[in-house]
């Protein structure tokens, strides 16, 4: 068993029971909070634009640990996305009002019958009267997409006709600026879900923030928790976090802070495989970031711009070669830090030989064209290495 296994398996109970064998006040290992800090984790409650559904400002995901799910309830946390993944509904969600909580459900057919099928498996599947939101998951693969290819459309509207969903929203990884600006200018979009680039969002990803607060249609940021779960490993940003958070501070929290403080963004949804990850995430403070927060907040934004990709397409274009760089990069992130080798190795697997990051030149032209000035050269060759 692998250390990323052992810790995926930490269930709250051992959790607290290693808390409280380390003695209190003590470190136990790095990043880990006290079973005192537990007591004091919060959610703040925000509105998600124009659905009026008042969201935890962390949304939780059916692929976090099934012992998180009672957790996160009661935390707070309101909003789960990608429901059709689970079996059947959780126990944690049983009992408790429907309209406190709120979910959606992953839509990733262009056809009306194949999406409206998609969306009914689930529902049936888990006992819903209702699924809240049609979420159509970065489906699209360029801006002419979002005007082309409209089938799955129809199938929103006649189960919205049938009472069975609320709100159409979309996720998005694949060019996210251009895609979601697309997007909002059908006006059809009720919230979003992009990878909004954590920390350091393009200029034209804070363009459709902005725009998405102006059409008052709520954004959930993917792809935030990269950076802080990659920088943990490495010694030297320990060293320059532990002056402001010390040696047990919350790096997630600080981070969720920093991405909620961009206009524009309602609430984050951070890939959560442990409790470790689960109450480092959770603040105990509200979402304004402390004087301490903001000085590790600076040294994480400084340490992802160099080491984590945010996606924003920038440099795909600038390929001679066709490699599919983000991409690439996306499933390494998902192998190394989200702890899903596995799947990240099939989707890697999946993409044509011919756009794979062996067929790199070595020419530098995504390296020219990153705004983060990424050793872009440097983290295929090592994503190529794991994923294969
Ligand atoms: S260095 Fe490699 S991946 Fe980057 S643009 Fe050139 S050929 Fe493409
Ligand atoms: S490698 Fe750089 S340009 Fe390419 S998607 Fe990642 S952050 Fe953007």
């Known amino acids: 068993m692998s250390p990323h296994d052992e810790c995926k398996r930490l269930s709250r109970r051992r959790f607290l029971g290693?808390?409280?064998?380390?003695?209190a006040g003590a470190a136990l290992t790095a990043g880990t909070a006290s079973a005192q800090d537990e007591k004091k984790t919060r959610v703040v409650y925000r509105r998600l634009g124009r659905t009026e559904f008042m969201t935890s400002h962390v949304v939780a995901a059916w692929d976090w640990n099934e012992w998180l799910y009672q957790e996160a309830v009661d935390a707070g946390i309101n909003y789960w996305h990608k429901i059709g993944g689970w079996p059947g509904l959780p126990d944690a969600l049983k009992n408790i009002d429907r309209e406190t909580w709120y979910c959606d459900v992953v839509i990733d057919s262009f056809e009306e019958d194949g999406a409206y099928a998609?969306?009914?498996?689930?529902?049936?599947?888990?006992?819903?009267?209702?699924?809240?939101?049609f979420k159509l998951h970065s489906i699209?693969?360029?801006?002419?997409?979002?005007t082309a290819k409209t089938g799955m459309l129809k199938a929103f509207d006649r189960l919205?006709?049938?009472?069975?969903?609320?709100?159409?929203?979309?996720?998005?990884h694949v060019e996210p600026a251009i895609v979601c600006a697309a997007m909002l200018e059908t006006d059809l979009f009720d919230h979003l879900q992009p990878a909004t680039g954590g920390l350091s969002?393009?200029?034209?990803?804070?363009?459709?923030?902005?725009?998405?607060?102006?059409?008052d249609v709520g954004i959930i940021a993917k792809k935030v928790m990269g950076a802080v779960n990659r920088a943990k490993t490495d010694a030297a940003t320990r060293a320059r976090i532990e002056p402001f958070l010390g040696p047990d501070g919350k790096w997630g929290a600080a981070v969720i802070k920093g991405v909620l403080s961009f206009e524009g963004v309602t609430a984050v949804t951070p890939r959560t495989v442990?409790?470790?990850?689960?109450?480092?995430?959770?603040?105990?403070?509200g979402i304004e970031p402390t004087p301490n927060e903001v000085g590790a907040i600076e040294v994480l934004r400084e340490y992802a711009r160099l080491n984590q990709c945010s996606y924003c397409g920038k440099c795909t274009g600038a390929c001679p070669n066709g490699v599919a760089i983000p991409e690439t990069l996306r499933y390494e992130t998902y192998a190394s830090v989200y702890e899903?080798?596995?799947?990240?190795?099939?989707?890697?697997?999946?993409?044509?030989?011919?756009?794979?990051?062996?067929?790199?030149?070595?020419?530098?032209?995504?390296?020219?064209a990153c705004p983060q000035g990424m050793a872009v050269r440097e983290k295929l060759r090592a994503a190529h290495a794991v994923l294969t």
């Open 18 to 23: 290693n808390a409280a064998a380390a003695g």
């Open 140 to 146: 699209y693969k360029t801006p002419e997409d979002v």
């Open 160 to 172: 919205k006709a049938e009472g069975k969903v609320k709100h159409l929203s979309a996720a998005q």
């Open 201 to 215: 969002p393009t200029p034209e990803m804070q363009d459709v923030l902005k725009l998405a607060k102006a059409k």
């Open 340 to 368: 899903t080798p596995k799947g990240a190795r099939k989707m890697y697997a999946g993409l044509p030989a011919e756009r794979r990051a062996n067929r790199c030149g070595d020419c530098g032209a995504c390296e020219a």
């Open 274 to 285: 442990n409790f470790e990850q689960f109450i480092d995430n959770l603040s105990t403070d």
């Open 118 to 133: 998609q969306f009914e498996w689930a529902r049936k599947n888990l006992g819903l009267d209702y699924i809240d939101s």
